[in-house]
């Protein structure tokens, strides 16, 4: 890394500065911009020949751990039958002892062309021997083996957990996962450490500045504290505690915000319903392609509410987890108590279904959408099917929700998503994937402008984590987090901004990352 006193010169800069909003140059001195279209003769400039320069990207909903650890995991993203999954566990359990784990993640039974969740003995034919747990790519359903769950000491007369489901017999749907977990949580704080550090050097080759991690345990807050501190850790982190961990939660509460340079914890992320993918959405009707479903609810409405005394009691914002228009129209109700007077911020994680009636209550309520536009893309081919036609307009509603003035904060969900801004920034402003289907975007009507995906990627996600006066704008006195691209993703024609290369990524005036000659 360079720490330097340095201009950026000869730059197509998109500031999102209203007062200077296209420059030049800029200045950057002690880890802030100190000037901007005035170079400083004392500094050494480094001409970046016409390349554009953006505000820092921000991630506002990510998993770090989970994008290390599935690096290490069989990857079943893209394949399009369950032959080709069975030929990947037959070949790795060929380097595998007996009893030992397989994990693997990214499996979407809706590319196969048996189109349906897989049978028991898909598993249990070619792996009596090695517990099996196989995460569905949106991280809500865990597919497993007879030998996971004997090793789990779970028969089918111990029942399901309460927001759970078992679909034939190895499916486990949200809390059912709890089944198997721990099987899966057996991880050394090195490992952890490995994984995360993985992680965010992947994270600044793709220009991203600052992560929201939207979910963590003790774990991997010690985890992130001690790369901190043996510097190893480049980028910004706006942390998320766990709900579930009442200890957990107790533990900040009384200790109050955590706020350092790199790292802030001040968020509580909750989890109301499942995904759509696996029918775990909460929706307000059934599915359209499975009439007695309405997907499930996964925290007691009982705790819901005292963790969000509790998170306004001690100043915390909270961030839950809904996808289904039944799932957002219940946290809207019990947020609104809290957030109807006040500047809170708290937040609906993806916000992915919502009625229209919801859109008005969440911009009356000062909730703010954290949403995801990869998924809008990812999803868009089987959701007429899932939920029906005359469901669709309800999906991934950006454009709406900006109409009336709500900011609304940008991410991937990586791992789920790839997490990478320029894909999501592609998908914000043509709702299509990354062969142009369909024509004219799905459900068009909700495209956004270049401007405001890059606000959702940039200057919104600050305001998410009340940061809008440090971060997110190239303006005098803000922290110098920096994304220098070798097009204006503004302009160009979309295709070409899935071709765009990061040239450098700056975080507190640091040069993280550099590709500039």
């Not at 979407?108 to 099996?132: C, G, H, K, T, Y």
């Amino acid at each position: 890394m360079e720490t330097n006193f340095f201009n950026l010169i000869n730059a197509n800069i998109i500031t999102l500065n209203d007062k200077t909003p296209f420059a030049q140059s800029i200045t950057i001195s002690n880890g802030q911009i100190s000037a901007i279209n005035n170079p400083n003769n004392n500094a050494k400039s480094i001409d970046v020949h016409g390349a554009t320069i953006i505000p820092g990207f921000i991630d506002s909903h990510f998993h770090i751990r989970n994008m290390g650890k599935r690096m290490d995991m069989l990857q079943l993203k893209g394949l399009t039958s369950l032959k080709e999954i069975q030929k990947l566990i037959v070949n790795e359990i060929k380097k595998r002892d007996p009893e030992e784990l397989i994990l693997g993640f990214g499996w979407d039974q809706n590319l196969w062309a048996e189109n349906d969740f897989p049978s028991a003995d898909v598993l249990n034919d070619i792996s009596p021997n090695n517990p099996i747990i196989l995460t569905r790519i949106d991280g809500h359903a865990s597919w497993v083996n007879k030998k996971c769950l004997d090793s789990a000491n779970y028969t089918i007369n111990n029942g399901v957990p309460e927001g759970g489901k078992i679909i034939n017999g190895c499916v486990l749907i949200d809390n059912a996962m709890s089944i198997v977990s721990h099987l899966n949580q057996k991880n050394s704080p090195e490992k952890i450490k490995r994984w995360i550090q993985n992680a965010t050097n992947i994270i600044i080759e793709r220009g991203i500045c600052s992560v929201h991690d939207a979910w963590q345990d003790q774990e991997i807050i010690d985890a992130i504290q001690i790369l901190i501190k043996e510097e190893k850790f480049p980028i910004k982190c706006y942390g998320m505690i766990d709900a579930s961990n009442e200890d957990l939660c107790e533990k900040y509460f009384s200790n109050g915000l955590y706020e350092s340079e790199k790292y802030v914890i001040r968020s509580v992320k909750a989890f109301i319903d499942g995904a759509l993918g696996s029918r775990g959405a909460a929706l307000l009707e059934p599915y359209s392609d499975d009439t007695h479903n309405c997907g499930l609810i996964l925290i007691d409405s009982k705790r819901f509410n005292k963790l969000a005394t509790q998170c306004h009691q001690f100043g915390f914002q909270l961030n839950t987890h809904a996808i289904g228009d039944k799932g957002n129209q219940m946290v809207i109700d019990t947020y609104s108590p809290y957030t109807r007077e006040s500047d809170i911020r708290w937040r609906l994680e993806h916000a992915q279904m919502v009625t229209s009636a919801d859109v008005d209550r969440i911009v009356h309520n000062n909730i703010v959408p954290s949403m995801q536009p990869s998924h809008c893309t990812s999803d868009m081919k089987w959701l007429p099917e899932r939920i029906g036609e005359h469901r669709l307009h309800r999906i991934s509603r950006w454009k709406t929700f900006i109409n009336q003035g709500v900011k609304v904060a940008g991410g991937s969900d990586c791992p789920i998503e790839e997490g990478n801004p320029l894909f999501e920034f592609y998908a914000a402003i043509t709702r299509q994937d990354h062969t142009g289907y369909p024509e004219h975007g799905f459900q068009n009507q909700e495209i956004v402008s270049p401007i405001e995906a890059l606000k959702m990627l940039t200057t919104w996600g600050a305001y998410a984590e009340f940061q809008e006066h440090n971060k997110g704008k190239i303006e005098v006195g803000y922290k110098a987090d920096i994304t220098i691209l070798s097009n204006d993703i503004t302009t160009i024609e979309p295709t070409k901004i899935l071709d765009t290369k990061i040239l450098a990524t700056i975080i507190n005036g640091d040069i993280v990352f550099n590709q500039i000659s």
